[in-house]
């Protein structure tokens, strides 16, 4: 009944005993802790759903060659890497309570984003010129792969075209955040740097299923 | 049940969760003139509920104090970043080399699963929160992906089943001109 008479020990109960802040985080971590449980089984079926209809398919297109492709799209990689090292030293400096190098790891972290989107969207380019869309295959690539399924376009720009919107929703949480940093809480910063992990997290699926998976032989 | 006194200062309390006075910390009364019944049992040592110290504020206090040794060091981060280029590198070079798509998978997937588990761990830093968030992160989202693999056993069945129909006259489509 009256928890306000409880001491603090009460408050923050032993692991399992429950207590007002049973985890020991705040709630908004534990909400975006939520989130992205959720949004990585989002991921999951778009990614099961690709290995689905590629299973499925009497011939799948493999049309990355190691050069230039697979190249390009380790840069990203190395990109999105290099902004959550970048992020999580935004946050260590935040833990510090060093506002000005959270400000600026920040927005190291959403320049190393945007870097990657728009790579990711030269590369876009290239293979919609390539005459790839969402329910047909280039003409070329029919010939090269006969029997090819043509959800292939669907697969890869549904998945890394959500994985594109949402580190493009992270460059602008992160802007935000670097915008207000001096308001925010420490834990806010930290929230978002989980956020951005979390993007970070699934192209590290999405870069060996779709691209390395994809080599052209 | 909600009005309640104190019997020092006969200041007022509506709520239910006060039980002693917050300003002299004398045990409140009801309007009867009964003692209110205290749930919780006080910790002897030291008796929070005789001062007026804010308790939830101590709590956040320590949830923001915890945080002190999340920090890691930077070297500990960047060591698991050069570790995540490392298995990154070891993805591409297997491209390079042109394994079978089946042997691929395993083990791309298997070093996925443990770059994912390193950004998780550390760059989240999970492994400094407590036991319990784990588990009530990780095993529901472990089960819930294992459970979509039902599809997969569909999925080959309808292999030579699908495109035939499609892939005939797409050949056929790029054979009129």
């Known amino acids: 009944m009256s928890t306000e008479a409880a001491s603090a020990d009460q408050l923050i109960a032993n692991e399992w005993s429950g207590g007002t802040l049973p985890y020991r985080v705040g709630h908004r971590k534990l909400g975006m802790w939520l989130f992205i449980v959720s949004d990585s089984l989002t991921f999951s079926a778009l990614l099961v759903g690709y290995a689905y209809v590629r299973a499925s398919s009497d011939n799948w297109p493999t049309p990355f060659p190691f050069s230039p492709s697979i190249i390009f799209s380790t840069v990203m990689t190395l990109c999105l890497l290099s902004s959550s090292l970048t992020m999580v030293m935004g946050v260590s400096a935040s833990a510090r309570g060093d506002k000005k190098a959270t400000r600026k790891w920040i927005l190291l972290t959403i320049l190393f984003g945007l870097t990657f989107i728009v790579l990711h969207l030269i590369e876009w380019r290239h293979l919609i010129n390539e005459g790839l869309s969402p329910f047909s295959l280039p003409k070329e690539w029919v010939k090269e792969w006969p029997g090819a399924s043509p959800l292939f376009g669907a697969t890869f720009f549904g998945i890394t075209g959500l994985h594109m919107f949402h580190v493009a929703t992270g460059a602008i949480y992160l802007a935000v955040v670097a915008a207000r940093v001096n308001k925010l809480k420490h834990e806010d910063v930290e929230i978002s740097g989980l956020y951005w992990h979390f993007v970070d997290l699934v192209w590290m699926f999405v870069f060996p299923m779709i691209y390395l998976l994809s080599i052209k032989a | ?177």
């Open chain 2, 1 to 177: 049940m909600a009005a309640r006194t104190c019997p020092v200062c006969d200041r007022f309390y509506g709520d239910d969760a006060v039980t002693f006075c917050l300003v002299d910390g004398s045990a409140l009364v009801n309007p009867d003139g009964s003692q209110v019944e205290i749930a919780i049992e006080r910790p002897a040592e030291r008796d929070l509920s005789l001062t007026q110290i804010p308790v939830k504020e101590m709590a956040m206090a320590e949830v923001e104090h915890g945080d002190e040794h999340f920090a890691g060091s930077n070297k500990l981060f960047i060591s698991v970043w050069v570790w995540l280029l490392a298995l990154t590198g070891v993805e591409v070079y297997l491209g390079y080399i042109h394994l079978n798509v089946q042997l691929m998978l395993t083990i791309l997937l298997g070093i996925s699963i443990i770059k994912a588990a390193l950004i998780v761990a550390y760059f989240m830093h999970l492994r400094f929160e407590r036991l319990s968030l784990v588990l009530t992160l990780v095993p529901i989202l472990a089960v819930c992906i294992c459970l979509l693999m039902v599809f997969f056993p569909d999925s080959f069945r309808s292999k030579n089943n699908r495109y035939r129909f499609q892939s005939s006259t797409q050949t056929e489509t790029t054979e009129e001109p």
